[in-house]
């Protein structure tokens, strides 16, 4: 009789959208999979040629993309970069929330405004700008111009999550802190700091997962050293080499799924 009463208390607009809503989620999530599927699918095809029907399945063209010097060489410049711009952007996210959820002072939402400035400029347009500045300030192209381009796209994305931690930490723990003796720098380091940690360390994985998918900047800005996503673009020129380069794309997607789960996983605990 209560479940009969709560169905009949429930709007019926409600009761109507809820299949409707949950048709657009599974359309939704096909559209997000599908071609993620796809991909792992042919990445796993035998024949060279990607159509169906698929001519059985090997791992041949992953053990070609781990055997191919130069794809390694790239990973390998992908994984520095990703490592040093997400370290120096998630510092500087974690000073910037710090500042912007703890004080108060002119120029605050000037400052919040710019931090997040990278998340509506398009890619492509920051790539020009950048690429024109250290023309004219006579700096060579290489992994530190890349590096230093995916630190300012990488800073919104950590400073974000941050923030959302910083804002559930009440400020009486800081109180409480000043009152028994410890100045501000020691409650940072015993009190707030290991309170936000798994943010921290959340917000460092999507920043290392935005810099390592990167293209548009690292295309203008890396010289001699390509990245991961650079080094797969300039080779599906050629066709015999696609099977290969799909595993490797398919290998990315893994790992990148893999690191927004656990962001999400370490966002979640906090």
């Known amino acids: 009789m209560s479940a009969g009463l ?43 040629v990607l ?8 791992l041949q063209w992953y053990a070609n993309a781990l055997a191919t010097p130069t794809a390694l060489t790239a990973a390998r410049n992908s994984v520095l970069v990703a490592t040093g711009s997400s370290f120096v952007a998630t510092v500087l996210a974690t000073m910037v929330a710090i500042l912007v959820s703890r004080y108060s002072f002119r120029g605050k ?51 974000l999550i941050i923030v ?15 009152d028994l003796g410890a100045d501000y720098l ?4 015993r009190i707030i700091l290991p309170i936000i940690a798994p943010a921290i360390v959340a ?13 548009a900047l690292a295309l203008f800005l890396a010289g001699a050293d390509p990245t991961l996503p650079v080094f797969i673009y300039g080779q599906l020129r050629f066709a015999s080499r696609l099977p290969m380069l799909i595993s490797l794309a398919a290998m990315v997607m893994i790992g990148t799924l893999s690191l927004a789960l656990i962001a999400d996983r370490l966002r979640r605990r906090t």
């Open 6 to 48: 709560a169905s009949r208390s429930t709007p019926r607009h409600i009761r109507t959208s809820a299949p409707m809503l949950r048709g657009y989620y599974a359309v939704l999530i096909v559209l997000l999979y599908l071609p993620i599927a796809i991909l792992v699918l042919f990445s796993l095809n035998a024949n060279q």
């Open 51 to 58: 159509a169906f029907p698929l001519q059985g399945f090997t």
């Open 109 to 159: 939402q000037l400052l919040v405004a710019v931090s997040v400035l990278p998340l509506i400029v398009p890619y492509i347009v920051l790539a020009v700008a950048l690429l024109l500045l250290f023309a004219a300030l006579d700096v060579n192209r290489s992994l530190w111009t890349v590096g230093i381009a995916h630190t300012v796209i990488a800073l919104p994305y950590a400073l």
């Open 164 to 178: 959302a931690r910083l804002g559930g930490v009440s400020p009486f723990l800081e109180e409480a802190a000043a």
């Open 186 to 189: 020691t409650t940072l380091r």
């Open 203 to 215: 917000a460092w994985l999507v920043a290392f997962t935005a810099s390592f998918d990167e293209f």
